[in-house]
């Protein structure tokens, strides 16, 4: 059996059997919740390695067991699975952090597809360095715990947070193209997951807006880059 474990948040029971049932085909070890709270719950007190989330739920809906992850330093990655098909719909679920949206109905090898990038981005991701920090003007970011830090205080960064400012950093005063950094913070690049991109790369503006010495500005059409007069130093 595959050690990979995925939750399944949905309230249609019978498309959460049918996903189960495939998953477990795929050899993943795949638990199952009818609704919002009790896969909060879930995800809570068990490590997951994706959640397949539900939008449209009784109790708590899908955007909302997201915000609360996010709230709780939750960071397993998820996909939101929904019939809701609006723009608006999937710039919100990107901007809670989604790694995809899939509308329903959907293929399920495509899903499958989408799950293994995911799982293989982590995998890679485990064997990558990250035990770095980095001088940013007068905060100090630390890759390996999420944090950015200014004199005492601590900002809890999100996991795309932390990893765009990563590489903000390692592109330090040069252009960071947006399609290449989407990319790789996503696995691929569409015209939502730029949105989201865009989000981050605003809310990682007003983090660092303490210090005026630094700015994170736009190259039109290109990217952005990471203006500083600081140097990224590794932890010892």
């Not at 909060?40 to 007190?45: R, T």
């Not at 989604?98 to 597809?113: R, S, V």
């Not at 293989?120 to 905060?139: H, L, M, P, S, Y």
């Not at 605003?202 to 983090?207: A, D, E, G, I, P």
Request: aromatic share 10%; hydrophobic share 40%.
């Amino acid at each position: 059996m595959n050690e990979k474990r995925i939750l399944v948040v949905e309230d249609d029971l019978n498309l959460g059997f049918l996903l189960v049932d495939f998953l477990e085909a795929e050899n993943f070890r795949v638990k199952l919740c009818k609704d919002g709270v009790s896969g909060l719950q879930e995800i809570q007190k068990q490590s997951y390695d994706l959640c397949l989330l539900d939008v449209m739920m009784p109790k708590l809906d899908g955007f909302a067991v997201a915000k609360t992850m996010k709230k709780k330093d939750i960071s397993t990655p998820f996909i939101f699975l929904t019939a809701k098909s609006m723009k608006e719909d999937k710039l919100n679920g990107y901007s809670v952090g989604a790694e995809d949206y899939i509308t329903k109905p959907f293929d399920e090898e495509e899903l499958l597809c989408k799950i293994n990038v995911i799982l293989r981005r982590q995998n890679k991701d485990q064997f990558e360095c990250t035990n770095e920090e980095f001088a940013i003007g007068n905060f100090v970011f630390k890759h390996n715990r999420h944090e950015l830090i200014l004199n005492d205080k601590v900002y809890r960064l999100t996991e795309k947070e932390n990893d765009i400012l990563k590489l903000l950093c390692l592109r330090e005063n040069q252009v960071l193209k947006r399609e290449e950094a989407v990319a790789k913070i996503y696995g691929r690049h569409d015209y939502f997951l730029g949105r989201s991109f865009d989000v981050y790369i605003s809310r990682l503006r007003k983090l660092l807006k303490s210090d005026p010495s630094i700015e994170i500005k736009n190259v039109f059409k290109v990217g952005f880059i990471l203006n500083t007069k600081s140097a990224a130093v590794e932890a010892s």
